[in-house]
């Protein structure tokens, strides 16, 4: 009897939004036009990094991967949530849902991971303007870009894996918009004190551990910043805004949703209040449409391949 009801399980719930077909239908339409915005804006990142010859460097073959990255993180989820704010049915399929969480916290990870690499990037290019071309080659700067991709499969394939293996019983209903590790770990009617303790190894070795790089290296730039008294250092700053408004934001927005105090009522059920889905909407839907649009808006190169681009087509007319 208990293995049956460790096994009856086969399809999830996710409640995300439902009871307000009204806000339903709102979202429906806000998020159908962000992820246009992030398909347009991004895959516009990526085509000018590949044409323009002056963007053949570290830093904009790391931002074209940023793009990638966004594109097939939120066509991974974006669709599948539409649908359901138009369906009745809000099922998921267990196997559905382990790929889902799979490649979400695999897109997340390499999302960390690239973003220390760039700020090492930021780093060598500002402090070490001499050793850069040496440091950062082609033989350096894509297999690190390669080696992120690799370490956001890896640690999403280990976690997912312990995942899966859990017994879930009778609930399955998944307060969330997705299949999210930790909604999901949540269901298993067994100790998942095993499963915490590797997320926590992971979360310091590819989140906390790539803050550390990016605050370092920050911190080393803004040292030889203010030893340079020209306005030669402040282009040199505005060269690194745009990838640290973007630490801010991604890693601002992680710390507040998991370090944010919870209130009483939160801590005792299962129940998510609206705050915690307003952020993983956030994380996952805004972040992904605002990069291109900081790094365009911030960056003078980008702004210029971009007219360099629309100014080509049109004369091809």
Not at 2 to 27: A, D, H
Not at 164 to 186: G, T, Y
Not at 244 to 264: A, C, D, E, N, R
Not at 307 to 312: A, C, E, G, T
């Amino acid at each position: 009897m208990e293995w049956e009801n460790q096994t009856i399980l086969v399809e999830f719930f996710l409640k995300g939004l439902s009871g307000y077909p009204r806000l339903e239908l709102l979202f429906f339409v806000l998020i159908l036009i962000m992820y246009v915005v992030i398909l347009l804006g991004n895959g516009t990142l990526i085509l000018i990094s590949i044409l323009d010859s002056h963007l053949h460097t570290p830093m904009y073959f790391f931002m074209g991967n940023l793009s990638f990255l966004d594109i097939c993180y939120t066509t991974t989820s974006i669709p599948s949530t539409l649908v359901s704010f138009l369906s009745e049915r809000k099922t998921i399929s267990f196997s559905s849902c382990a790929v889902r969480m799979f490649l979400g916290l695999a897109m997340g990870t390499t999302e960390c991971v690239l973003l220390g690499m760039m700020a090492f990037d930021r780093y060598v290019a500002i402090c070490n303007p001499l050793r850069y071309p040496v440091i950062m080659s082609k033989d350096s700067f894509v297999p690190m870009a390669a080696g992120s991709w690799i370490i956001g499969v890896i640690n999403s394939a280990v976690q997912t894996v312990f995942v899966v293996q859990l017994p879930f019983c009778r609930n399955n209903v998944i307060n969330h918009f997705s299949c999210e590790i930790l909604a999901v770990m949540k269901l298993a009617c067994a100790d998942i004190a095993g499963n915490e303790f590797i997320m926590l190894v992971a979360t310091t070795l590819f989140v906390l551990t790539p803050l550390l790089l990016i605050i370092i290296s920050y911190i080393l730039i803004i040292v030889s910043i203010l030893k340079i008294r020209s306005s030669e250092g402040r282009s040199k700053v505005s060269t690194c805004s745009a990838h640290l408004t973007m630490v801010i934001i991604f890693y601002g927005t992680i710390l507040f949703k998991y370090m944010k105090p919870k209130s009483k009522e939160t801590l005792n059920s299962d129940d998510l209040d609206a705050t915690d889905k307003l952020i993983s909407m956030f994380y996952g839907v805004i972040i992904p449409m605002m990069n291109p649009l900081i790094y365009s808006l911030r960056n003078k190169d980008v702004k210029e391949a971009v007219k360099h681009l629309l100014r080509r087509n049109v004369f091809n007319k």
